[in-house]
Every structure is written in structure tokens, then in C-alpha cells.
């Protein structure tokens, strides 16, 4: 089947927008900043069509890439996440009907206050239901390392949640 | 860890990282900057299309040029052979109409 497909670069882009715009958006906690990463990314997705293999690396390729682009923007500038989740809730809020309920919010928000390695792990096992050699692959870093942070991360988020949200805990 | 049950604090995060759907205008401003990035592609072409007709042009008219000079000059150096033919063979007449007019004015 694979060597049958052709890559369609609108049918890429109606399928995995939603997958790139939300890894950005995890990634930077910015709308505004996750939109242009994830036009960014669809632009070179057209300059790399030729290469792409088959649906499957087109989808690994383009998680790659977002996050890939989503830190680089990250170190650009240089702001913490926790800082531009604010500027998302005052500013550029979502449309209601694609609010998380407030425990999610929270969650998210918390997300965003850990450090970049465990919070790209989290997003891509928790988001993209990626297992550690998978997110392994797409971070280009060792098994163990994602491993690693993807059980600090979420003791870390644990330990937070229980501060912040001890509603939350007490009804689990 | 891939095979560990998700308890209830990775349930509430699995579904709070829902994907989000991604704005309307992203599809759409991508299309944009697609169709304004290959547009510049599209009339460097054009514009090499267009110089090479120039060239053509301008290589046919020069090679055109040089054709009817060497068209004239042939034309002109056959014109100089056939009337240093004529003043040739207009001296070898004269010569003969000489020589006839002496042998008749002997004959006489």
C-alpha cells in the first residue's frame, strides 16, 4: 500500500492540522505563536513531499517537525511557558467550545510549567498516545531518557496537581 | 510503562491533551503562503522563458545581419570579376582591332 501512495499535500494538511496546532499549542501555550508553527510546518511539509515514504512517516515527519519547530521557537523567545499560558488565557483564548473542563485547564497550564524535556515527552504520550520508543524517535534521544522524563514529569505534574488541585485529588 | 494501566491522574491528563482543533484561517493561510511561494517560481521561469526568446531574437537578426553582408560582399566581389573580365576582354579587343587595322593597312 505504501509504495501506492501518493502524498496529497491538502489531504496531509486536512488530516494532521489539528495534530501539529495542538503540539504547538502544548509546546508554547501561545495560539498566535502555535498557528505560525504549525504554517511553518505544513510549508516545509511541501518541500519535503517528495520524500515522504507513506502516510505513516508523513505523520511521524510532521510530529518531528512541530516539535522540533516548537522549541526552536521557544528558545527564540526565550519566555517561559508558564508566562505565555497566562498571555493564552487573558488574550488569545479559544473558542468556548473548545475549552477543556477547568480541572483540564489546570492540567494544562500546569503542563506548561515543566521543564521543555518532559513536558515535549507528556504531550507526545498523552496527546499523541505515543509509546516511549516512538517519542524516543521523534525527540532523537535515547529510549531511557524519554523513559526518564516521562516518569519525572509526571511525578512532577502529580506533585503539582496535588497543590493545586486538591479538589481534584480528594475525588479521584 | 507501556504496558502499565493508566490510573485516574493519567486519564484526566490522556483527556485533558486532547487535540484541540486547529483554527479555521490555518488551513486557508496556508494555501496562501503556498500559492505566494510558488508564484515567484512560476515567473522566474517566465522570465528565463522571456530573455531566451530575446536572445533568440536578438542571435537570429545578428546571424540574419551577417548573412546579407556576406550576400553583399560576394555580390560585390563577383561584380568586381566580371568588369575586371570586361576591361580584360575590352583590351584584348582593342588589341585585335589594332593588329587587324595595321595588317589591313599593309595589305593595302
Known sequence: ?172 | MEHEELDGFERELKQALERRPAPPSLKRRVMERRAQRRQPQSMIWMRLAATLLIVAILGGGLRWGLQQREERRQGEEARRQVMTALRITGHALNQVSTKLAAHDRAGE
Open chain 1, 1 to 172: 500500500m505504501a509504495l501506492d501512495w501518493q502524498p496529497d499535500f491538502e489531504r496531509l494538511l486536512d488530516e494532521h492540522q489539528s495534530m501539529v496546532f495542538s503540539l504547538a499549542l502544548r509546546m508554547t501555550g501561545d495560539r498566535g505563536l502555535a498557528e505560525e508553527i504549525a504554517q511553518d510546518v505544513f510549508l516545509e511539509l511541501d518541500g519535503h513531499m517528495g520524500r515522504m515514504k507513506s502516510p505513516e512517516h508523513a505523520r511521524f515527519w510532521l510530529r518531528q517537525v512541530a516539535m522540533s519547530r516548537s522549541t526552536d521557537a521557544l528558545r527564540r523567545r526565550k519566555v517561559r511557558g508558564m508566562d505565555l499560558w497566562v498571555e493564552l488565557e487573558d488574550g488569545h483564548a479559544a473558542r468556548a467550545e473548545e475549552r477543556p473542563s477547568p480541572v483540564g485547564a489546570r492540567l494544562e497550564h500546569l503542563l506548561t510549567t515543566l521543564p521543555e524535556t518532559q513536558r515535549a515527552a507528556l504531550i507526545l504520550r498523552y496527546q499523541e498516545d505515543m509509546l516511549p520508543d516512538e517519542i524516543a524517535a521523534a525527540l532523537d534521544a535515547p529510549v531511557a531518557t524519554v523513559k526518564s522524563h516521562l516518569q519525572r514529569g509526571l511525578k512532577l505534574l502529580r506533585a503539582k496537581a496535588t497543590n493545586h488541585l486538591r479538589e481534584f485529588i480528594r475525588g479521584a
